[in-house]
């Protein structure tokens, strides 16, 4: 079946650097990705839609200058956390449709990525 | 704005009991539903889904859902759960829109003691 592979799945990183999340769709073609954020004992929320050969589009509150995403092709989309800090530390996880499959085809999620920066 | 409400926040069972998880969303038009599971340690996994049709939906691991138009319910039910249930799941309506978001409730940790 379809599969969102997410990569790193766990990265430390000091405060002030900038952390590069890639979400990839192995076998099927993706035009558009989800960039979710899961707080500890909260549920997901929905950071930005990532749109292949355009510009993201972000949910209230999010800031696109810090979260930055881009969609360079059908199969991957990148999230890089800029100017990390403590209160960024999260897990992030991605998703994506195989609009191959339909309209109504489900979301495959990616495994998520923990974010500790300390 | 679609919204999702998850009542349960913890629940508690033993082996072989019966349980139910509440699902209720804000909507009015028509709705596509989810209940996605994340075991502990794993990524978020489809159980069920209701687009249309039979309001009874029968997922995977002896999971159903039942959509009730009129309470704008979709609750999660399994006859006897098992200690591998333990995990937490989120409901999740599918919003309106050129992107299809899903939306997502804030999720019910289910913990099954043997």
């Known amino acids: 079946g379809a599969v969102v592979s997410q990569h790193p799945s766990w990265v430390i990183c000091k405060s002030g650097t900038s952390v590069k999340i890639e979400c990839r769709s192995l076998d099927f073609q993706a035009t558009t990705m989800f960039w979710y954020r899961q707080f500890p004992k909260q549920s997901l929320m929905l950071m930005a839609t990532s749109n292949e050969g355009s510009k993201a589009t972000y949910e209230q509150g999010v800031e696109k200058d810090k979260f930055l995403i881009n969609h360079a092709s059908l199969t991957l989309s990148t999230l890089t956390v800029t100017s990390a800090h403590p209160e960024d530390s999260s897990f992030y996880i991605c998703?994506?449709?195989?609009w191959g499959s339909g309209e109504n085809s489900p979301l495959h999620f990616g495994n998520g990525t923990r974010l500790t920066v300390t | 704005a679609q919204s999702v409400s998850q009542h349960n926040h913890h629940v508690i069972l033993s082996e072989a009991a019966s349980l139910e998880l509440g699902c209720n969303y804000s909507?009015?038009?028509?709705?596509?539903l989810f209940w996605y599971v994340q075991y502990p340690g794993q990524h978020l996994q489809l159980l069920l889904k209701?687009?249309?049709?039979?309001?009874l939906v029968k997922g995977i691991k002896g999971f159903e859902a039942e959509f009730i138009k009129s309470k704008f319910s979709f609750n999660l039910r399994k006859p006897s759960v098992q200690w591998s249930d333990t995990a937490e799941y989120f409901c999740?309506?599918?919003?309106?829109?050129?992107?299809?978001?899903?939306?997502f409730g804030a999720g019910t940790r289910l913990a099954v003691h043997p």
């Open positions: 998703s994506a449709r195989d």
């Open positions: 909507y009015g038009g028509t709705v596509n």
């Open positions: 999740a309506v599918l919003a309106s829109g050129g992107y299809n978001k899903l939306i």
């Open positions: 209701y687009f249309s049709g039979d309001p």
